[in-house]
């Protein structure tokens, strides 16, 4: 069964890095596109950033540009965002996401793992 | 970019009564590129639909989905006390950019 499981959130303070991982299994994970999506604490979901099957195409929401770095290991099943210069308002929980065959949508979702970001 | 706007933003209903759900996108939407997700407290989304109107697996057919260029709907044909949770839609757009709508709340009446 497909499975995704995020790790690497914590408390950090504001300016500070930190790097998110998302282990993928159940599935061939060289084969689909991966999204990273976050909730700010009882609020809706915002998209962060997409990475193709292959890594070479990328794309970021205009809140996380030039902070946040998308990559993947195809070899290692697995999804990783790096967050550099954190905000307070990067406090969420942070979903990994696969992309749907056929669609742009998001048809299997990690539990997240919560980012905090304050003093 | 395209914004999506749900509405209402709490519905409150019944057992057995039938929700409709709206989604109003500020300009048109591939209906390709339109999906709907469940969310339960403490758990992660759950995609019910794509492409507008096809269920994802193992979505009960009392879920249905529906519209075009700027308004969609979600449908639950008579709720279950397990549908009751907030509903998002979801497009994917030119700008490459994907977004969500705020959501609504399905609650028990």
């Known amino acids: 069964q497909v499975q995704l499981v995020e790790s690497g959130g914590g408390l950090v303070k504001p300016g500070g890095s930190l790097r998110l991982s998302c282990a993928a299994s159940g599935f061939t994970f060289s084969d689909y596109y991966m999204s990273w999506i976050r909730q700010a604490p009882g609020k809706g979901l915002e998209w962060v950033s997409y990475i193709s099957s292959s890594g070479s195409t990328i794309y970021y929401a205009d809140s996380v540009k030039g902070r946040f770095t998308i990559s993947r290991d195809n070899a290692k099943n697995s999804l990783y965002l790096q967050m550099n210069s954190l905000r307070a308002e990067d406090t969420a929980v942070y979903y990994c996401?696969?992309?749907?065959?056929?669609?742009?949508?998001?048809?299997?979702w990690g539990q997240g793992t919560l980012v905090t970001v304050s003093s | 970019e395209i914004v999506l706007t749900q509405s209402p933003g709490t519905l409150s209903l019944s057992p057995g009564e039938r929700a409709t759900l709206s989604c109003r996108a500020s300009q048109s939407v591939s209906s390709s590129y339109l999906a709907w997700y469940q969310q339960k407290p403490g758990q992660a989304p759950r995609l019910l639909i794509y492409?507008?109107?096809s269920r994802a697996t193992g979505i009960p057919d009392r879920f249905s989905g529906s519209g075009s260029g700027t308004d969609f709907t979600l449908t639950i044909s008579r709720l279950e006390p397990e549908d009751f949770a907030v509903y998002y839609c979801q497009q994917y757009g030119s700008s490459e950019v994907y977004s969500f709508g705020q959501g609504t709340k399905l609650e028990i009446k």
């Open positions: 492409g507008a109107s």
């Open positions: 996401a696969r992309g749907a065959r056929g669609g742009w949508s998001f048809d299997y």
